[in-house]
């Protein structure tokens, strides 16, 4: 076996004099095959994209792997660090993640667990330790593998000072560009400690010999930074350049070699949070960016999404003003429209402009009127009682769902106690108060037009592009919390809906008809546009609101210009 030979070898050391020019030989055949070293010394069988993967880091100084999930990614990068540190005495190798857990589980399950049965690298392994937290895996040969962590917020604050020769950076979309110039790259401006010494005693040498850093993810949208890498490493490698490579490689792969087990790929697709950007991201390797057409192009709504978290409820004691949107549907048909619901926090700032969080979003398939009344009135009473409007499409079906909330309600709570409550109607029909006088008008019904549409798709856009609007952050930056349960899957299902939503708000196109009237329609028809349209409806009150806000502050401001000027006379 190929461990049997490291071990004799190891034994011939002690016993035998040294036969450098063979073990220059060795050394240099395998460090420009290092696959090679890994199925002939190592002892592991690998697949040829592995070993394409293997080859091409050996030969370049970075390297960019976008693959599908589950392709091996993870235990590739692990095998290929360890293979760097048995080749590359003294070698620091430095493991990146935006977690410190996430780095910490490339080497724990990869290299310490999957890796370690092979008996050829644990021989090569003096110990494993995690001081402080960070994780280290020291070699015989003085080569260490290690965590670096870049601390809260991923600002990198933590991992200033580290030095490497070789950097795995996972999970790379999720770590920014600035903190990759300005932090991660210095770390490699280093000689490895062996070859330096070796440089010192004989000055009149020179080394080929160069720092590595590759790059792991899977593939996200065309606004992150890793694209733009991508784009940049892609065009230098098909110029042939010595100093870059990129590979993709989708699920297709996996199905070929048998990696995934039969109808993995149709139980992902057919997931309930699976998008169909989501799934071109994350196993066809592709990058999503919105069409040129789009009025509401990924560039624009990705910057709205800075809300760490969403709210279940509102915050206790909370002074905050909320608006509830609901966009009304029925049937529960495969590809049906969806009822979409959106509660917006308002905020203000100087000038009377108004900020708008949108703290909670849920998407219901084939729900009654009366399943929708009772969702609607357990938010507006129980969950968010600083709710101030209820905003609903009151087109069509919408009628009915007007009616149903126009009665008393009766909730009951967990222990049983029953709280009645007044019916809710709509607050331009003042008659309706005159036959109902306890009922609460705070509903606005919406009947939308293609001038509506017009006016708020226009101020909706206004509002991404000001900032005014903010969505919770994308659900794969909060993957690591769920998996641990430090967020429920009723929290994690906010981020899921904001990803829904910028992908109808990317399927947006504004159109001029041949009467100049301006018309939005959906790029690809068959895409739903349930939680985009609800979120205009909302935010057609809101602009009032705003309107009014703004207004205040600009008399208040005229009436103090006035007040100080007769004070002065």
Avoid at 61 to 75: P, T
Avoid at 278 to 291: A, H, I, Q, R, T
Avoid at 340 to 345: E, V, Y
């Amino acid at each position: 076996m190929a461990s049997e030979k490291v071990v004799s070898l190891s034994k011939d050391v002690k016993s035998k004099k040294i036969n450098f020019r063979l073990w220059a030989k060795f050394l240099a055949y395998y460090r420009y095959y290092i696959d090679a070293f890994a199925i002939d010394i190592l002892g592991l069988r690998l697949y040829p994209f592995q070993r394409f993967t293997l080859r091409a880091a050996a030969r370049y100084k970075e390297g960019i792997l976008i693959w599908a999930r589950g392709l091996s990614k993870s235990f590739t990068s692990g095998l290929l660090a360890v293979c760097y540190a048995t080749l590359y005495p003294g070698s620091k190798i430095g493991i990146c993640a935006p977690t410190a857990k996430q780095s910490q589980k490339l080497i724990m399950e990869k290299i310490m667990g999957e890796l370690y049965q092979y008996p050829a690298i644990a021989n090569e392994i003096l110990d494993c330790k995690s001081p402080k937290g960070d994780t280290i895996v020291t070699f015989k040969n003085g080569s260490q593998i290690f965590t670096i962590t870049l601390g809260q917020n991923n600002n990198g604050d933590n991992a200033r000072g580290s030095r490497c020769n070789f950097l795995i950076i996972d999970e790379a979309v999720h770590v920014k560009d600035s903190i990759i110039s300005a932090v991660l790259v210095p770390m490699t401006n280093n000689v490895r400690g062996n070859l330096r010494d070796l440089m010192n005693r004989y000055p009149g040498k020179k080394s080929t010999e160069k720092n590595k850093i590759f790059y792991l993810s899977s593939a996200w949208l065309k606004t992150c930074d890793l694209y733009k890498r991508v784009v940049t490493y892609y065009n230098k490698f098909e110029e042939g350049s010595p100093e870059y490579f990129v590979t993709s490689f989708n699920y297709r792969i996996g199905e070929y070699y048998h990696i995934y087990q039969e109808g993995t790929i149709e139980a992902e697709r057919d997931k309930p949070d699976m998008t169909n950007d989501k799934f071109l991201m994350e196993y066809e390797g592709v990058f999503v960016g919105s069409s040129n057409d789009s009025y509401y192009p990924y560039e624009l709504t990705q910057k709205s999404r800075t809300l760490v978290r969403g709210e279940l409820q509102q915050v206790k004691n909370s002074l905050s003003e909320y608006v509830l949107m609901h966009d009304v549907a029925v049937s529960g048909e495969k590809g049906s429209d969806n009822c979409a619901t959106h509660i917006i926090k308002l905020g203000t700032k100087p000038g009377g402009i108004m900020t708008k969080d949108v703290v909670y979003s849920k998407t219901n398939n084939g729900m009654t009127i009366q399943e929708q009344r009772d969702f609607i009135r357990t938010l507006y009473h129980i969950k968010f009682p600083n709710i101030t409007k209820i905003v609903i499409d009151a087109q069509s079906i919408g009628e009915g769902l007007l009616s149903a909330l126009c009665e008393i309600w009766v909730y009951t709570d967990e222990k049983g106690n029953k709280t009645e409550y007044p019916p809710l109607v709509v607050d331009d029909k003042p008659e309706l108060l005159e036959e109902i006088p306890t009922a609460l008008p705070v509903i606005r019904a919406i009947h939308g037009s293609a001038q509506f549409n017009s006016d708020y798709y226009s101020y909706m856009k206004a509002c991404f592009e000001n900032g005014t609007l903010r969505l919770t952050t994308d659900s794969s930056e909060n993957n690591e919390d769920y998996k641990e349960g430090l967020t429920s899957a009723e929290e994690q299902s906010i981020h899921i809906e904001h990803d829904y939503l910028i992908q109808e708000l990317s399927n947006i196109a504004e159109v001029l008809t041949d009467s100049n009237t301006k018309v939005y329609k959906r790029i690809v028809p068959r895409k739903k546009r349930d939680r985009a349209t609800s979120l205009m409806y909302g935010l057609s009150y809101i602009h009032e609101l705003e309107t009014e806000s703004k207004a205040k502050a600009y008399k208040k401001d005229d009436d103090d210009d006035w007040s100080a000027y007769f004070g002065f006379i």
